[in-house]
DNA sequence: GCAAAAGTGTTGTCCTTACACCCATGC
DNA sequence: GCATGGGTGTAAGGACAACACTTTTGC
């Protein structure tokens, strides 16, 4: 409002009608500000939804707990490469699922100065991908447990459980939480945990039969103190062949 | 990977285990870059989606057409009030929907160098807001008629458009498109536009009727040549109050 | 044989879909 | 009076919710 003058030149266009031509002096030109890439990164264990976390290093988030990430877009990567690049570095982990949930940018949201983060949300098997690199504690908690967080990590952690329990309902991720092959009880659990409520197992059971997406194994669980159920695989080609646009008016 | 060296000294951690306390010059030694917000206007006239795009005024990109941004987080604004400062700056508009929907990082998606641009939609009602600014040949597009963009902005409006298709469906934002009163067949017209389907106009009404989410104004529709229709508005309060939570499993 | 969880069907209710006729207005 | 869209109801089918008993295994 007060900075309608500094807008005609700090934009994309100029006042006198011509082209721009140097566009790398353009963008020389611009205020420039620090990012990081943060992941929530969740897990599923002992029927409990977990997030992967670190002690944060600031003196001034001493003893509180931080999200895994990096300042990033340094290098001549994109958003999503950096953050499987960090990933990578803080965990030693591979191969992991990844979504870019929100980016956040509260003036105040980092002591140091401006720094914009984009948050990202992971979904790993914890069984399947050990991790191999422990600097800063770095361990797993359950999601229940955590209160403050460093910076406002609490309200990135947040928003990514919000998006991740509208997005299971809605797609296959949750298969990326359990091992390649799982029992309907375990699936069901995941579920559970993830929405906070309790399901009908009969009705459960129905829904994914009638989906007709899991492939039995033809093998059952080993070593359970309990008549053992059958192990099933997601069948991730069948699911994007026959992906469908629904519609529907529901609010 | 080649890179573990450096990200001992770029990760917010030391390798001695000490703590961080200078945080002002921990954030001021990582690489910084240009940031944008690029805002997705969407408005809805002669029952047909459209945007509101300027004419790019770098020379690369003449004739192509771009979305409204702008550099920006250069003040002490968050980047909510970033994208409504840009806003208004380019269009004289206020007071209009808007949300983050995906920040892009392409690293070559700018000419210029590296820029990192939040997409925000905006969704406004074209008769109440009239364009007070119109530089650059700011005006309205059809959605179909709009092929090639400036930059990666044709990704940009896409992923704005899918995720409209999507978010109208399951939260009452379309009543930003409309005038504050107006019948079930606008209504019915703008669901239709934004989905690209058909819908069956008895059960359309049925639909919205059980909700009881709309307000009779006791007002028809003026100077149609047919039966006018009631106008109708929408009761956001009562929406706020019994939003429900949805579990379902669909995929 | 007992504990613990696997596996399985039916019924009622609700939501969705498909579909056709009369009504009010402008011209 | 005719063209145009407004307004309405019903029946069939599909999805979802609620509910209980038998089976298999480990101990």
Redesign the interface.
């Known amino acids: ?1 007060q ?2 003058k500094r ?1 005609a030149n ?5 006042e006198d009608g ?4 140097d ?6 030109g ?6 990081t890439v943060d992941c929530v990164i969740f897990g599923f264990d002992e029927n409990e939804l977990k997030v992967l976390l ?1 002690r ?5 988030f ?1 003893d509180k707990w931080s999200l895994l ?3 990033a ?7 999503d490469e ?1 953050a499987y ?1 960090i990933l ?3 965990t030693g982990m591979d191969d992991v699922y990844l979504e ?1 949930v ?6 105040a949201r ?7 983060t ?1 948050a990202y949300c992971s979904l790993l098997n914890i069984q399947h991908h050990q991790l191999k690199i422990h ?2 504690e770095l361990h797993w908690h359950s999601l229940s447990t955590i209160k403050e967080m460093a910076f406002d990590h609490k309200l990135i952690l947040d928003a990514c459980y919000q998006w991740l329990q509208k997005r299971i ?4 991720l949750g298969f990326n939480l359990l091992p390649d092959k799982f029992s309907l009880r375990e699936l069901q659990n995941l ?1 559970e945990a993830i ?1 906070g ?1 309790e399901l009908d197992r009969r009705n459960f059971r129905k ?2 039969a009638s ?1 007709d997406l899991l492939i039995d194994t033809g093998e059952m669980e080993q070593d359970v103190p309990h008549r053992p159920g059958k192990l099933y695989q997601f069948d991730f080609k069948k ?1 994007q062949k026959q ?1 469908r646009k ?6």
Request: net charge positive; aromatic share 10%.
């Open positions: 409002m900075k309608k807008t700090i934009g994309n266009r100029r011509g082209l721009i031509k566009v790398v002096k353009l963008v020389a611009y205020p420039k500000i620090a990012i670190i944060s290093d600031l003196e001034r001493k990430g990096d300042f877009v340094n290098n001549n990567e994109d958003l950096a690049r990578k570095e803080r870019q929100k980016t956040f940018g509260n003036p980092h002591p140091g100065g401006r720094v914009l984009i600097a800063n309902q809605e797609h296959p579920y929405l409520v829904k994914f989906m699911y992906k629904w519609i529907g008016i529901d609010f």
